[in-house]
């Protein structure tokens, strides 16, 4: 059987003013009802894009969609038109993004938004509609909902705001939700909140989740399979106790080290020198090579492939020839 | 020994705007009556959510936000009782690093320019040892001598909090300020930066005042942590007390919600200590304990009675039901 949400093979290009740039690279996921992927890297590594991808919502120009497919239980999105992704968009896929105060109408109640979402895709009345709204919100975990509907989204603290995207998100029961950094303006405890809320709904809808997150502890308390992503490729992929347990590309296991634990710690934490290159300077090579404690030359003439070492899918050299 | 720094009953209060043509302009205690003191060559963490206090907290030790009341002892001395021009020049020995390296550099300025400035405005040195010790800094802090003419923007979030380091340790200060300084950098990067924050408080003998909203961070970095709410400090203590043995349910609370690598949801991850909603309002803050609606194990006395700060061996907590 196939997965829900499969990406095969996807690249996407960026026209810029340094010529156009590969943004993401033979990028391969999948992702099954019911189940948790985990993206993870650092900013500029093409993890907001992929989600764009999926969405139908990559600025074209100056973005487009070069090559490979997204399969939504079967459908090709990257052919469908704009209509059709319209209606998908909602209905079959939602997500969730990372500021809510941006993400919502300052001048509309919030009970009005989801309503909004709510009649956009199925026949129901105005009244019905805003009647199931306030349900979500209950639902979310707001506190009296039908006094919290009718307000604007600036008379609502960050964590409810989000609360409220996420109702808007599962108001029509997508398969697929994407949330790409959810949390990060969220204080920890709001996030915690946050993160056990998604874990509910995916327990009482069957959905899948992709979540985006640059943290490491996220993953290891949501995702059940990880994916890394650099410089606009998937460089690691697998079970999340597989990746974090036995991480093997020298990117992960920098993500991994360079974590400052709760737990007894060392006194130095590892480093990753340097930073993700900017796309338009990748060269033939690996494009984690130039801050890589491994590197050899061939790092640096041949990129390498994501193929099966040990565990789980990881693109790298040094591990393929056994250097690590 | 006196230690370095030592805070008594700091308060700061905000003014609000007036209720109406006529009404009362009601004011909001941001800090409420913090006590505590960082020995040399120390590092003390405050954490807390945002709105709990501890950016005005660091900003009213240092001057940079005008106290209401308290203490602030320095070498003995009370910064909050110096004039102007004797705290001005107090300032060579109390630095301040920002949380966002883009927008605390002037981006007009060449970078050898900006780590200067501190000498140039403090009068010290001839111009040449100024420009000696912009190098010997900027080698310090991990930048090249050949970086010294470029501007901000040419330099990475990470290289920018290298440049801010630079700049803050001009001076040769005792004590410094760290708002946040990791929270705007991606987790490598970060690393980068506590590690050199740690080396250069050795070498240097530096004491930190490190505000933190990551417990990691925190851990990682400071010898002592206090924890703040709604402008109070509500637990104290040594790192390794704290985290081993948190005796307040709010600290219990925040660190079980911060993520970690040992909690896995594909072995059944349950959070064990949940709190829900969010701080109240500082305006009108309760009058028992401040977490009493959002704590798992409350009683009728702490929506009564404000729990003191009260020493439990090496650890100070306030709370009614500690541990």
């Known amino acids: 059987m196939s997965a829900l949400l499969q990406i095969e093979d ?140 009718r307000e604007y989204p600036h008379q609502l603290s960050g964590g409810m705001r989000q609360r409220v995207m996420i109702a808007m998100a599962v108001s029509c029961r997508p398969k697929v939700l994407i949330a790409d950094e959810p949390t990060t303006a969220l204080d920890v405890t709001v996030q915690a909140q946050i993160f056990d809320l998604l874990n509910e709904i995916q327990r009482d809808f069957g959905a899948a989740i992709i979540l985006i997150t640059h943290d490491m502890g996220a993953i290891s308390e949501m995702a059940d399979r990880v994916a890394v992503m650099y410089a606009g490729r998937v460089i690691e992929q697998g079970l999340a106790d597989d990746v974090l347990d036995l991480p093997q590309h020298p990117y992960t296991r920098g993500l991994i080290s360079c974590i400052p634990a709760l737990g007894k710690g060392e006194d130095t934490l590892r480093e990753i020198p340097g930073v993700v290159p900017p796309l338009h300077l990748l060269g ?26 040990g565990h789980h899918p990881v693109a790298c050299h040094a591990v393929a020839e056994g250097r690590i | 020994m006196s230690p370095l720094l030592d805070v008594r009953d700091l308060t700061v209060q905000f003014a609000l705007p007036r209720q109406g043509f006529f009404g009362p302009r009601p004011v909001l205690e941001a800090v409420r009556q913090v ?179 990551d417990l990691g961070v925190v851990r990682h970095v400071c010898d002592d942590v206090a924890v703040m709410y709604l402008g109070k400090i509500v637990e104290m203590a040594p790192r390794d007390a704290l985290f081993d043995a948190p005796q307040h349910p709010y600290t219990q609370a925040l660190l079980s919600a911060a993520p970690s690598l040992a909690r896995r949801k594909s072995r059944g991850y349950v959070r064990p200590v949940k709190i829900s909603g969010d701080p109240p309002s500082p305006i009108n803050p309760p009058k028992g304990c401040a977490f009493a609606d959002r704590c798992p194990s409350a009683q009728d006395i702490c929506r009564r009675v404000q729990p003191l700060l009260e020493t439990r061996g090496q650890t100070s907590v306030a709370c009614h039901f500690p541990g």
């Open chain 2, 35 to 213: 006590s505590f003191s960082l020995e040399q060559g120390r590092a003390l963490g405050i954490v807390g959510e945002s709105g709990s206090g501890k950016t005005t907290t660091a900003m009213a030790t240092i001057r940079l936000v005008e106290a209401a009341s308290g203490q602030v002892m320095f070498q003995g001395e009370d910064l909050l009782q110096l004039d102007d021009e004797a705290m001005r020049k107090r300032r060579r020995d109390v630095q301040l690093i920002f949380q966002d390296p883009y927008s605390s550099l002037n981006p007009r300025a060449r970078v050898a320019d900006i780590v200067r400035e501190p000498m140039d405005l403090m009068e010290i040195g001839t111009p040449d040892e100024r420009r000696a010790r912009v190098t010997e800094l900027f080698r310090l802090v991990g930048l090249r001598p050949d970086q010294l003419n470029l501007f901000p923007h040419q330099f990475s979030g990470g290289q920018r909090q290298r440049i801010s380091i630079a700049r803050a340790l001009t001076t040769n200060p005792k004590l410094l300020v760290c708002d946040e300084p990791v929270s705007a950098l991606d987790v490598a990067i970060q690393a980068q930066i506590l590690n050199l924050l740690a080396r250069l408080k050795t070498e240097l003998g530096l004491s930190y005042l490190f505000i933190s909203h």
């Open chain 1, 284 to 309: 033939a090579g690996c494009a984690f090579a130039e801050r890589c404690a491994h590197r050899a030359p061939r790092c640096d003439s041949e990129k390498p492939l994501l193929r099966a070492q």
């Open chain 1, 10 to 149: 996807l690249r996407v290009t960026f026209n810029t003013r340094h010529g156009p740039v590969t943004a993401l690279d033979s990028v391969s996921l999948s992702v099954n009802a019911g189940e948790t992927l985990g993206v993870v890297g650092e900013s500029g590594c093409g993890k907001s894009i992929t989600a764009l991808s999926v969405m139908g919502l990559i600025p074209s120009p100056p973005g487009k969609i070069a090559g490979g497919a997204i399969r939504l239980a079967g459908e090709d999105l990257t052919r469908a038109t704009e209509a059709r992704m319209r209606a998908l968009r909602g209905a079959e896929m939602a997500m969730i993004f990372q500021e809510p105060m941006t993400s919502l109408n300052p001048v509309f109640t919030v009970g009005d938004q989801i309503a909004e979402a709510i009649m956009l895709h199925q026949k129901v009345s105005a009244d019905q509609a805003f009647r199931d709204a306030v349900a979500l919100l209950d639902r979310v975990g707001i506190p009296s909902p039908d006094r919290r509907a």
